[in-house]
Each structure stands twice: as C-alpha cells, then as structure tokens.
C-alpha cells in the first residue's frame, strides 16, 4: 500500500468518546475519501475532499466529520462515537489511470466501539 | 450502493475451473465501471474497468462483459487459482467528471476456491 497510510490501524473505545482517523498520501493527489464497510452493506462513502479545505459529504455522513489542512492529510473524526459506527474504515485517493480512474485505498482502520 | 448489487453473496468453485461473478446496476447515468478485489484484511484493490460505449474488455485472465439493455455487469476469472480467493465488488459513476464525488459499490461476492 505505498503512498497512502492509515492510522490507527486498529482502535478501541467506548460510546461518547470522541475519535479520529488518519489518512496520509505521498502522492499530492487532489481527491481523497473516507468510507466505512459493513458487513452487507459494501463500502459507503462518508465524505471526500476535491482540495485543502474543500470537503463534501457523501451517502452517511452523519456522526462523521473530516478537515484537510494539507493535501497529504484527510481527517475523519467522529465527535461522540456510537456503537453503529463500530466498523472497518478506509480512506482512498483518486488515481487517474489511461482509460478512466481508480479510487485506490489504503490498508483500513478497524474501530470498535463499546 | 442498493442500486448496485451483486446476486450471490458466496461463489465457490474448483481450482481450474472459470468463475463468473454477476452485478447489476440500476443508475442508467451511470457509464463507468469497475471491479475491485478485496484480500482479508486489505483495502480493495483495482482489477479492471469498462466504460459504458465497450461490451468487453479482456484483462490478464479476467474477462468484464457490460450489458447495458439489462444493466448487467459480469467479471469472468480464467482458470481460478488459490490466490483469486477474495470478496468482489463492482462499482460504479460516470466516466466525466472522474467520479470526483466517489463510487457506489455494490454489496460483495465472496469467491472460494475449493481445491
């Protein structure tokens, strides 16, 4: 997974504790995004970045928020965790590629949340 | 992602044989798709892409076929080897724009080669 790495890897915590999620890219890509998976559910997106300080929310972005101060870091912090957002968290960037683009993702954070 | 979805959950084939692995979609603005394979414990990762003007497009043993009548997306797997053993995912946006505000994907298939 050279070029994107997530940190924690794996965390714990307990409801109303506040959390964030690192995102780092070496590659100054413009777009980066947060999804979670759930079993049954796919990834979702939760929000995305097209720039410094310039963020969107997607499909459940509810709970969640993010900042980027600097194009290599995208954020993703959940201010009061709650059960249902135990999950596995990634974050990707956008690659163009010959034909089209990719979203390429990092190695994931898994949280849980007790 | 509920208007991409995959219709069989778990796929399970010998070792050697062809594995076909189904999508449907229902955004019809959609024309751009792409299958990604998901290793235990790793991020998805990018196998092959179709756009919505090809019916197919061949890759190293993998096959995409695009059905746009039925909205219908198929990954073909060549001689299935232990290593193919993952989740699948097929997502989806349109090519313009570059899929700027992320994918849809749907649900996962889980292929497991039996020896």
């Known amino acids: 997974d050279a070029g994107i790495t997530q940190s924690p890897r794996h965390k714990v915590t307990e409801t109303g504790t506040p959390v964030t999620l690192r995102c780092h890219q070496t590659?100054?890509?413009?777009?980066m995004y947060w999804y979670r998976q759930d079993p049954g559910h796919g990834l979702r997106l939760i929000h995305y970045s097209y720039g410094v300080k310039d963020t969107d929310k997607g499909e459940v972005s509810d709970g969640y928020s993010v900042s980027r101060s600097k194009t290599e870091d995208f954020l993703l912090t959940l201010e009061s965790a709650t059960s249902s957002q135990t999950s596995v968290y990634f974050c990707?960037?956008?690659?163009?590629?010959?034909?089209?683009?990719?979203?390429?993702f990092g190695p994931g954070t898994r949280l849980t949340v007790t | 992602g509920e208007n991409v979805g995959l219709h069989l959950p778990t796929l399970s084939v010998q070792e050697g044989d062809n594995s076909i692995i189904n999508c449907a979609y229902s955004?019809?603005?959609?024309?751009?798709f792409i299958w990604y394979k998901q290793e235990s414990g790793k991020g998805p990762q990018f196998i092959i892409d179709i756009r919505s003007n090809m019916d197919k497009r061949q890759g190293q043993r993998v096959t995409v076929l695009l059905n746009k009548t039925v909205k219908h997306l198929s990954l073909q797997i060549a001689a299935t080897q232990p290593g193919d053993s993952a989740v699948y995912f097929c997502?989806?946006?349109?090519?313009w724009g570059g899929g700027a505000d992320g994918l849809t994907f749907g649900k996962g298939t889980h292929l497991i080669i039996q020896p």
């Open positions: 997502a989806e946006n349109k090519l």
């Open positions: 990707a960037i956008r690659r163009t590629r010959d034909r089209g683009y990719e979203q390429y």
């Open positions: 590659e100054n890509h413009r777009y």
């Open positions: 955004n019809s603005a959609s024309d751009y």
